[in-house]
């Protein structure tokens, strides 16, 4: 296992992040690991080396977060050693924001970020959250109120650093303009969309994490199953697969091009059809660590295995040319202006 910085910050954290949306019973169709089995997932990650552990508080309604807290208590990892991510923004209630139950309950208002973060510290069984992140843009609350809420929490203590996840370039530029012009806590990271079948974080986010220095976080990293090998062209994939019961994110038209590519590639090397689409996503610019998921020991042994997978330049190029994304405007724009600068 590696090491990276997040972003520009002097935090090391794994390459490869465990995350907890597979944990508890009460999300989509995909929390299905119970206390006994994030136990030992949470053990077998931290014996490979991961330090970064990373939920929300919407998954499972908190129970993720619960699970995650109590199975890295009883792991080997000590707290210092742990790098705790969570996230705020979403209702806590399916009700909430729609009309009846606590309409303050959702959002990035300060009642609400205040109110999440001492929750959310409760159920991990932390006086720290490491990396504390808004899990989406809220149209209805003033930018301000939001960073100024974040700043606030990071002077108290109560969180390290601060991120964003599933924002769009144009909002994470102004955060990151305002915090530095107004002495805030400035954005760390960015926890977002990115695989070899969904590159639309190529256009604009990327490049701007890459210039501002924000560290990328890739979920669904498999695209939702699809670069498991599962999903074929003659076949929709196996009985009670993620995809089968919840059909996301989106995925490029051409990923049945990408699935044989990294076939391919995966006989070449001896490594599975998941660790190459891992290993590239690993040596893409910007990223800082892989968010990973699994549901059984299996599925993590296989992810772990990506941290020992080595791509050639060429590998990489064959990859990344069958997904590439069409340049869209104004980016066409300035690489014709500037051909032969």
């Not at 209702?91 to 009309?99: I, Q, T, V």
């Amino acid at each position: 296992m590696q090491y990276r910085q997040l972003g520009r910050t002097g935090l090391k954290v794994s390459e490869l992040c465990l995350g907890a949306m597979t944990f508890g019973s009460n999300f989509l169709s995909i929390a299905v690991v119970g206390q006994s089995d994030a136990d030992r997932l949470v053990s077998r990650a931290v014996e490979a080396g991961v330090n970064f552990f990373d939920t929300a508080d919407v998954y499972s309604y908190g129970e993720s977060e619960e699970i995650l807290g109590q199975a890295l208590a009883r792991s080997r990892l000590p707290r210092d050693e742990m790098v705790i991510a969570t996230k705020v923004r979403s209702p806590m209630s399916r009700a909430a924001g729609e009309g009846s139950g606590d309409p303050n309950n959702v959002g990035l208002s300060r009642k609400h970020i205040m109110a999440a973060c001492e929750a959310s510290l409760r159920r991990l069984g932390t006086d720290h959250i490491d990396l504390y992140q808004v899990h989406g843009w809220d149209i209805r609350t003033p930018l301000e109120e939001t960073l100024r809420a974040l700043d606030d929490l990071v002077r108290q203590g109560k969180v390290r650093y601060i991120g964003a996840s599933n924002w769009s370039a144009r909002h994470l530029a102004q955060a990151v303009t305002l915090a530095d012009a107004r002495g805030w806590e400035r954005f760390a990271s960015l926890q977002a969309y990115y695989a070899l079948a969904g590159r639309d974080l190529e256009h604009e986010l990327q490049p701007y994490c890459v210039e501002a220095g924000l560290g990328i976080m890739p979920w669904s990293p498999l695209a939702g199953g699809y670069l498991t090998g599962k999903f074929r062209r003659d076949h929709s994939g196996p009985e009670g697969a993620r995809r089968s019961g919840f059909d996301f994110p989106p995925v490029d038209a051409r990923v049945y091009d990408a699935v044989d590519a990294l076939d391919e590639i995966a006989r070449e090397l001896e490594a599975s059809i998941p660790q190459v689409a891992l290993a590239w996503l690993l040596a893409r610019p910007g990223v800082s660590s892989v968010i990973i998921g699994a549901k059984n020991m299996q599925q993590l042994e296989d992810n772990l295995g990506a941290t020992r997978v080595r791509l050639s330049d060429e590998q990489i190029e064959r990859l990344s040319a069958i997904t590439a994304p069409q340049p869209q405007y104004p980016a066409w724009m300035i690489e014709r202006q500037n051909s032969g600068r």
